[in-house]
């Protein structure tokens, strides 16, 4: 055997296992979910990655980065809708967290006043502020404000 089998045998064997740990949603485990989402994100299974997830938020409702998750497969998959209603979901449970703002502006449904709010609020890593003023950019692009949109993409 090769070395690229063995390696490919293994991921094999890992990705059956991960499915077998989170086939029962009574005993599914949140990491082992986490860890086989970005397995079947990686190989393309799109369904089967939003069935899985689907499944998990149901036993844990409140937990932001499966719903971030299902948001990022659905915008993989062209169901825009259901995207906005993930990422909106987020924005129910933690009103500043900023990668989903950010999905939003992505997917032309944020508000301006919101993306300023959030650009105010003291806690943001570098990363976060470059991501609101692309937010902030976007938005003003979208609704025909060119200039002030090319200022804050400068």
Same mark, same amino acid.
Request: hydrophobic share 40%; glycine share 6%.
């Given at each position: 055997?090769?070395?690229?089998?063995?390696?490919?045998?293994?991921?094999?064997?890992?990705?059956?296992?991960?499915?077998?740990?989170?086939?029962?949603?009574?005993?599914?485990?949140?990491?082992?979910? %986490?860890?086989?989402?970005?397995?079947?994100?990686?190989?393309?299974?799109?369904?089967?990655?939003?069935?899985?997830?689907?499944?998990?938020?149901?036993?844990?409702?409140?937990? %932001?980065?499966?719903?971030?998750?299902?948001?990022?497969?659905?915008?993989?998959?062209?169901?825009?809708?259901?995207a906005?209603?993930?990422?909106?979901?987020?924005?129910?449970?933690?009103k500043?967290?900023?990668?989903?703002?950010?999905?939003?502006?992505?997917?032309?449904?944020?508000?301006?006043?919101?993306?300023?709010?959030?650009?105010?609020s003291?806690?943001?890593t570098?990363?976060?502020?470059?991501?609101?003023?692309?937010?902030?950019?976007? %938005?003003?692009?979208?609704?025909?404000r060119?200039?002030?949109?090319?200022?804050?993409?400068?």
């Open positions: 055997m090769t070395d690229r089998a063995i390696n490919n045998a293994g991921k094999s064997l890992s990705l059956e296992t991960l499915r077998h740990a989170c086939m029962d949603s009574d005993s599914m485990d949140i990491d082992a979910v %986490i860890e086989l989402s970005g397995m079947l994100q990686s190989a393309g299974y799109y369904g089967e990655l939003l069935e899985l997830l689907s499944r998990a938020a149901l036993k844990w409702s409140n937990n %932001i980065d499966l719903k971030l998750r299902m948001g990022r497969v659905h915008q993989l998959m062209g169901n825009l809708s259901d906005v209603d993930c990422f909106r979901a987020v924005r129910r449970l933690d500043d967290h900023v990668l989903s703002f950010v999905a939003l502006a992505r997917l032309r449904d944020a508000d301006l006043s919101d993306c300023y709010l959030l650009q105010k003291g806690d943001l570098s990363q976060e502020e470059i991501s609101l003023k692309y937010a902030e950019a976007r %938005i003003l692009e979208q609704s025909g060119y200039d002030e949109a090319f200022q804050a993409y400068a």
